[in-house]
Nanobody, 128 residues
Framework: QVQLVESGGGLVQAGGSLRLSCAASGRSFSMYVMGWFRQAPGKEREFVGSIRWNSGNTYYADVVKGRFTISRDNAKNTVYLQMNSLRPEDTAIYYC?????????????????????WGQGTQVTVSS
């Protein structure tokens, strides 16, 4: 079955860096959009960024633009979220998700309702 497994979360000081991984299995994701989302306590789930697996095109939320970078490794079937210059407000559970190519590219990648597969999440805590 389809599995998305996140790893790499942890505790880091403000200004530090972390790299999250999302290992994908169970189908070919080559035509999929892979998204990263996060949810902080008491807040709604928030879009972080996405990558179109075949082209490598990325898209980021304004709040992380310039600090976070999404990439993928085709050989490992893994998507990464490199997070630099972390802030306390980045503290959240981070999830990766997969969106079918059936969704038109014109549909914003930030729309979490369009993602059909989700990982279990990994906690990121940024101390001040």
């Amino acid at each position: 079955q389809v599995q998305l497994v996140e790893s790499g979360g942890g505790l880091v000081q403000a200004g530090g860096s972390l790299r999250l991984s999302c290992a994908a299995s169970g189908r070919s994701f080559s035509m999929y959009v892979m998204g990263w989302f996060r949810q902080a306590p008491g807040k709604e789930r928030e879009f972080v960024g996405s990558i179109r697996w075949n082209s490598g095109n990325t898209y980021y939320a304004d709040v992380v633009k310039g600090r976070f970078t999404i990439s993928r490794d085709n050989a490992k079937n893994t998507v990464y979220l490199q997070m630099n210059s972390l802030r306390p407000e980045d503290t959240a559970i981070y999830y990766c998700a997969a969106r079918s190519p059936a969704w038109a590219p014109s549909v914003p990648p930030a729309a979490d309702r369009t993602y059909e597969d989700w990982g279990q999440g990994t906690q990121v805590t940024v101390s001040s």
